[in-house]
């Protein structure tokens, strides 16, 4: 298993950048004896695909949450393999998606995690065949290693729980510990009332939405004792809560960065 690693959180901006790289246009055609055929291209673009599962020589691994897809209209593939987050080129013509040599993160992940994105880098690449029905699609590689995904909605602010994926100091983010990981999370509910864990601890409290800012009250908390990594994790989270943050929601994405510096990122999940 990686050690865990810390990246640069302007390193992750640059995946959002666009490449080069272009999308056909719907409707494009082609014609012969005096009669023609006409290709359109599927619906793939502008929607925030959720990896379910992807199978890679008949092994079939369940994506970790936050795994995700965005195809741009500016032919710009980008999202999450689950710890890291990627970008690549990509064209889409009729069903078939080309996906170009991407870049990535490097943070450190969970052994099971790496594995699940290993999976993911092999089989998203190159020409794959896409299959859409309903809110289900599922892209195959020409040696029929496949991934399915499912679109979702954007998530709100409000009544979502919110899964913490990595602690954010300054302009560097690094994974969650091993054994952490989907420990801590927090519910805004409309009432402004937040629920949820620090990572060990239980708390509660209550917040301010104004603009672009949350002010959280004092939170109230169990009184376990929490040692080793847990400790570290919860001590974060307490000083990414504190007072006045500043929050970035991006569809099914939320970070907050406190005035000390201190932030978490996190992913929109369900259960």
């Not at 509910?189 to 509660?204: I, W, Y």
Request: a neutral charge; one cysteine or more; hydrophobic letters at 35%.
């Amino acid at each position: 298993m990686r050690n865990q690693l810390s990246i640069p959180v302007t390193a992750l901006a640059l995946l959002a950048l666009a490449a080069c790289g272009t999308e056909s246009g719907s409707g494009s055609g082609s014609g012969g004896d005096g009669g023609g055929s006409v290709t359109t291209d599927l619906p793939l673009t502008g929607v925030h695909w959720t990896v379910d599962s992807v199978t890679v020589d008949g092994k079939k691994s369940v994506a970790p949450n936050g795994a995700h897809v965005e195809i741009t209209d500016k032919g710009r593939a980008q999202g999450n393999y689950g710890c890291n987050q990627f970008g690549a080129a990509v064209k889409v013509e009729g069903d078939t998606v080309t996906v170009g040599k991407g870049e990535m993160t490097e943070m450190g992940c969970a052994e099971d995690i790496q594995g699940f994105e290993e999976a993911m880098k092999d089989a998203f690449t190159g020409k794959l065949k896409a299959k859409l029905v309903d809110k289900n699609l599922t892209l195959t590689t020409p040696k029929g290693d496949s991934i399915t995904l499912t679109s979702e909605p954007a998530a709100p602010l409000a009544g979502t729980k919110w899964t913490v994926n990595s602690l954010l100091t300054g302009d560097v983010a690094t994974s969650l510990p091993a054994g952490t990981e989907k420990n801590a999370y927090f519910t805004l509910a409309k009432d402004g009332s937040v629920r949820g864990s620090l990572g060990c601890n239980t708390f509660s409290s209550t917040a301010k939405v104004s603009g672009s800012t949350i002010t959280f009250d004092r939170l109230a908390s169990t009184r376990k004792m929490c040692a080793g990594t847990a400790g570290t994790v919860e001590n974060h989270m307490r000083k990414a809560l504190e007072g006045k943050v500043t929050f970035n929601l991006q569809h099914r994405g939320l970070t907050l960065t406190a005035a000390n510096g201190k932030g978490i990122s996190a992913n929109a999940t369900t259960g």
